[in-house]
Nanobody, 122 residues
Framework: VQLQASGGGLVQAGGFLRLSCAASGLTFSNYGMGWFRQAPGKEREFVAGISWSGGTTKYADSMKGRFTISRDNAKNTVYLQMNSLKPEDTAVYYC??????WGIGTTTYNYWGQGTQVTVSS
């Protein structure tokens, strides 16, 4: 199983980025998907999750209204559209696959991608 995250980069505050995570080696539509992030010196935190069909999503409070998670099961890809970025959004962003749901806890996820760096300058 591979989860390949991409789309990170350096952006100014107020800007936007779209992250992608391409999955292979699993039946993608059987997995809930999540995005997490980890800033230096901090624990990995939940960003957003999406159900198997894409019909249900959830977000961390600080991301609501700014970030949008979506998926394309035909392309085995999950996306994270990030708008109105802030310096505090700087982190490595990880995608993850969960056979049992799309929850906020890291321990339920079965597979993790390698992460993509997002840096927001002020």
């Amino acid at each position: 199983v591979q989860l390949q995250a991409s789309g990170g980069g350096l952006v100014q505050a107020g800007g936007f980025l779209r992250l992608s995570c391409a999955a292979s080696g699993l039946t993608f539509s059987n997995y809930g998907m999540g995005w997490f992030r980890q800033a230096p010196g901090k624990e990995r935190e939940f960003v957003a999750g999406i159900s198997w069909s894409g019909g249900t999503t959830k977000y961390a409070d600080s991301m609501k209204g700014r970030f949008t998670i979506s998926r394309d099961n035909a392309k085995n890809t999950v996306y994270l559209q990030m708008n109105s970025l802030k310096p505090e959004d700087t982190a490595v962003y990880y995608c993850a696959a969960d056979f049992t749901g799309w929850g906020i806890g890291t321990t339920t996820y079965n597979y993790w991608g390698q992460g993509t760096q997002v840096t927001v300058s002020s």
